[in-house]
């Protein structure tokens, strides 16, 4: 339909804390990485949320290797949008994740935003997202309740975070019995959103732990939301069979939501 939004697609190939123990086809190494970035864009993904990892396969916020991975993907799948993220894992600070960002100067990051708050430095906070906004970088904020979501549109209504970083990814099913997630619990998300949307044009992506991932993204992807898919949340197809690897974790999304004519 002509001028309608594209959606996004994005993939969350590993996350922080699985690995090969986990399932087999969880990219650690950059080539890894790299590899999956190709097969999962060439099967639909618009855009990868990358993680990168240490030399012995744990976490961490290194400027060199975030500077490593974009320039591979640069070259081996320039036309895959690329997003860094912070996330701490109770690693790291604030200050940390600031200075990382300024550092790799990516042109997204997502910033889950009760870790950016977390040493409740409002004023270093609020710094942070200015400066982002000054030199073109897209910050995606994470929120894991709608009631967390809330309090991020009112920082932006009193100008704590700037009116035009409007991009926000809900997380569901983080924090349920056996992190498992249901469309349900989109609800209270978009109760929020009809209450800013229309005033201040959000953006908005979703994530869903476990099974009920697919069912989901596909409510989320009809109330107007980019998805976001991948084994970092979730290593199982909607029927339970486990997901070959990722690239097939977005074939099956694509594939769902062609059935709903989305």
């Not at 994005?10 to 097969?39: M, Q, W, Y």
């Not at 197809?237 to 990722?246: I, L, P």
Request: charged share 20%.
């Amino acid at each position: 339909m002509s001028g309608q939004k594209r959606r996004e697609i994005f993939v969350a190939p590993n996350g922080a804390r699985k690995g090969h123990s986990d399932h087999p086809a969880l990219p650690i190494t950059i080539p890894e990485i790299v590899t999956t970035a190709n097969a999962c864009f060439k099967a639909g993904a618009s855009g990868i949320h990358a993680h990168v990892r240490d030399d012995k396969g744990g976490h961490i916020l290194d400027a060199g290797l975030y500077g490593e991975l974009l320039k591979e993907l640069d070259i081996q799948v320039p036309k895959l949008k690329v997003q860094i993220t912070t996330e701490s894992v109770g690693q790291y600070s604030p200050v940390q994740q600031r200075a990382l960002v300024f550092k790799v100067h990516p042109k997204m990051v997502s910033v889950a935003m009760g870790e950016m708050f977390g040493d409740d430095d409002l004023a270093a906070a609020s710094r942070f997202y200015y400066a982002a906004q000054e030199r073109a970088i897209d910050v995606q904020h994470i929120v894991y309740s709608a009631q967390e979501f809330a309090r991020l549109a009112k920082m932006i209504l009193l100008g704590t975070v700037p009116a035009r970083q409007k991009n926000v990814l809900f997380v569901l099913g983080r924090y349920s019995e056996n992190q498992q997630s249901d469309p349900s619990m989109l609800i209270p998300y978009l109760d929020v959103l009809g209450a800013q949307r229309m005033a201040q044009n959000w953006r908005f992506m979703v994530c869903a732990f476990g099974q009920g991932e697919t069912g989901c993204l596909v409510a989320a992807a009809k109330a107007g939301g980019d998805l976001r898919v991948g084994v970092e949340n979730n290593f199982f197809h909607a029927d339970g069979q486990t997901a070959k690897d990722n690239a097939s974790r977005v074939s099956a999304l694509i594939e769902a939501l062609k059935l709903q004519h989305i």
